[in-house]
C-alpha cells in the first residue's frame, strides 16, 4: 500500500463550487505539505503544518483552506473554485530534523483538478 | 526569497547517450534535493545532497553538489527509456527557519529509442 494517498485522483467541477481533496499518510509524520503543479512554474506551497494544531500558510494560499483532522489526514479545501485553480496538487509528508532519515519529502500520487 | 532555476528546461537525448540537468541556487544550499516525475504522476525521490561537494549515484544517476553549495548537477549514464520524465530539485528554505522546500521549474526528459 501506499504510505501518502489522495482522494479524488481527478476531478472536474465547475466555478463556484466547493471541493475538498483528502490527504491520508502512513508514514507516522508530524509534517504534511499541500503543493500544486503547473506547467513552467514548478511546485508551489499552499498551506503546511507541522502537528494538528500547528498549520500555516505557503507562497499560494489565497483562495485555499485547509484541515487537519488527525496526525495522519490533511485536507484541503477550495470554498468557490476558479478556473485558474485547474492544477495538479500534490500531498507530502516529510521527517523532522533530526531523526536520522534522509529527511526527503513523500508525496502522494497527485489529485487532477479541473475548474470549469 | 531563495529561489532556484533548472536548465534545461527540457531535453531529448537517444537512447545510450549521455546527460547533464543543472540547479542553480541564488543562495547557499542546505539541503537540495532531486526528485523524479513521470508524467502526470507523482514524484519519486532520487537523492539528497547536504554538504559542500558531495556525490552520491544510483545506478545509472549521480548527483553531485558543488563546494560552494549553490549549484547541483545530475547525470544520467547510458540514458534508458526508463528515464524519461520530470526532474525537480528541490532545496531546503532557511531563510523561513522551517523546514519547507522549494521547488525548481523542473527538466522535462525525453528519451528515444
Known amino acids: 500500500d501506499a504510505d501518502v494517498t489522495q482522494t479524488p485522483r481527478n476531478r472536474i467541477t465547475k466555478t463556484g463550487k466547493r471541493i475538498m481533496l483528502e490527504c491520508s499518510q502512513t508514514?507516522?509524520?508530524?509534517?504534511m505539505y499541500w503543493y500544486r503543479q503547473d506547467p513552467g512554474l514548478g511546485l508551489r506551497l499552499i498551506y503546511y503544518s507541522f502537528d494538528v494544531k500547528d498549520i500555516n500558510k505557503g507562497e499560494i494560499s489565497d483562495g485555499y483552506s485547509v484541515s487537519r483532522q488527525a496526525q495522519a489526514k490533511f485536507s484541503l479545501s477550495l470554498e468557490s473554485a476558479i478556473p485558474n485553480q485547474t492544477a495538479l496538487y500534490f500531498c507530502?509528508?516529510?521527517?523532522?530534523?533530526?531523526?536520522?532519515?534522509?529527511?526527503?519529502?513523500?508525496f502522494g500520487p497527485g489529485t487532477r483538478l479541473t475548474v470549469t | 526569497s531563495q529561489e532556484l532555476e533548472q536548465s534545461p528546461q527540457s531535453l531529448i537525448v537517444q537512447e545510450g547517450k549521455n546527460l547533464t540537468i543543472n540547479c542553480t541556487s541564488s543562495?547557499?544550499?542546505?539541503?537540495l534535493y532531486w526528485y523524479k516525475q513521470k508524467y502526470g504522476e507523482g514524484l519519486i525521490f532520487l537523492m539528497m545532497?547536504?554538504?559542500?561537494?558531495e556525490e552520491k549515484s544510483h545506478e545509472k544517476i549521480t548527483a553531485k553538489l558543488d563546494e560552494k553549495k549553490q549549484q547541483s548537477s545530475l547525470h544520467i549514464t547510458a540514458s534508458q527509456p526508463s528515464h524519461a520524465g520530470i526532474y525537480l530539485c528541490?532545496?531546503?528554505?532557511?531563510?523561513?527557519?522551517?523546514?519547507?522546500?522549494?521547488f525548481g521549474t523542473g527538466t522535462r526528459l525525453q528519451v528515444f529509442p
Open positions: 545532497l547536504q554538504k559542500g561537494g
Open positions: 543562495k547557499t544550499l542546505y539541503g
Open positions: 508514514k507516522g509524520h508530524d509534517r
Open positions: 528541490g532545496a531546503d528554505s532557511p531563510q523561513y527557519n522551517t523546514d519547507k522546500l522549494i
Open positions: 507530502a509528508t516529510r521527517d523532522p530534523p533530526g531523526t536520522g532519515s534522509s529527511y526527503e519529502q513523500y
